[in-house]
């Protein structure tokens, strides 16, 4: 049987809770960095320091009970994730209306990042077919709604998106950026996330999803790889994730 509780309406009722002396956009993206701060130090080492000091300070804002409130609230997004995988925290920031305070900014709406990856992958499944996973390039990844919609539709197609999947995505907007990274972490996507102007190359953070530590295998900017696996085998060894030169938006490669 389905679960039927509505977790969206739970988080967005506690996080108002909290928003009585603060603005509501301020709560609900320091819930988003307490997260992003947490996955990032369960596997990466070597920026524990930095970011368990970013951690304590934005914590320290709240009392006991409120971080515990917060605590809550990832607890109910990591069940939302489990009754189904779809952008819960950009359906969330819309129905906060934050999007209103924020130089009008949306994310996509579910049904249509649904559809989209469907045809994503139906246009690229030979791909995956060939070489046994499939690597996705997001230079403008928002909340992370399409590669979310992505692994959905690998899934339904009897792949393995948390073997098969390999993403490298990047916002000029860390709030964005780290949206997505969270969500990709408790979905178990293999990401490497940057904070970056794709227009410039300027960067200023990278993150990297715990199943990312666990099979750290990097992207590098190659000539394509010729056909080395065969339909959903896995290498022992890693294998070099290759961005086609001049790739643009929603590039799989």
């Not at 992505?150 to 073997?163: H, I, L, R, T």
């Not at 490497?192 to 102007?197: A, H, I, R, S, Y």
């Not at 794709?198 to 990278?206: D, F, K, L, V």
Request: net charge negative; hydrophobic share 40%; glycine share 6%.
């Amino acid at each position: 049987m389905k679960d039927k509780r509505n977790y969206q309406k739970m988080i967005t009722t506690k996080l108002q809770s909290l928003s009585g002396k603060r603005n509501i956009s301020t709560v609900f993206f320091d819930w988003v960095h307490m997260m992003a701060y947490a996955f990032s130090n369960s596997a990466d080492k070597a920026q524990f320091e930095e970011r368990e000091a970013a951690y304590l300070a934005t914590v320290g804002k709240y009392t006991r009970e409120e971080a515990c409130l917060l605590g809550d609230c990832l607890g109910l997004l990591t069940m939302a994730f489990e009754y189904k995988v779809q952008d819960w925290l950009g359906v969330i920031y819309m129905e906060l209306n934050i999007n209103s305070k924020n130089a009008g900014q949306f994310f996509t709406p579910s049904h249509i990042a649904d559809l989209m990856a469907r045809m994503t992958f139906s246009n690229n499944e030979p791909l995956l077919e060939e070489k046994g996973w499939i690597g996705y390039y997001e230079p403008c990844i928002g909340a992370g709604s399409m590669v979310l919609a992505f692994a959905v539709a690998m899934e339904s197609g009897g792949y393995n998106y948390q073997k098969q999947l390999r993403v490298e995505c990047e916002d000029i907007d860390e709030n964005c950026l780290l949206m997505a990274y969270v969500q990709l972490s408790l979905c178990g996507i293999n990401a490497v996330c940057k904070v970056k102007n794709s227009m410039s190359g300027e960067e200023t953070s990278t993150w990297y999803t715990p199943f990312h530590m666990i099979n750290p295998a990097w992207i590098t900017r190659k000539k394509q790889e010729p056909a080395i696996e065969p339909k959903r085998r896995q290498k022992e060894e890693p294998d070099v994730w290759v961005i086609p030169e001049g790739a643009e938006q929603l590039a799989l490669f």
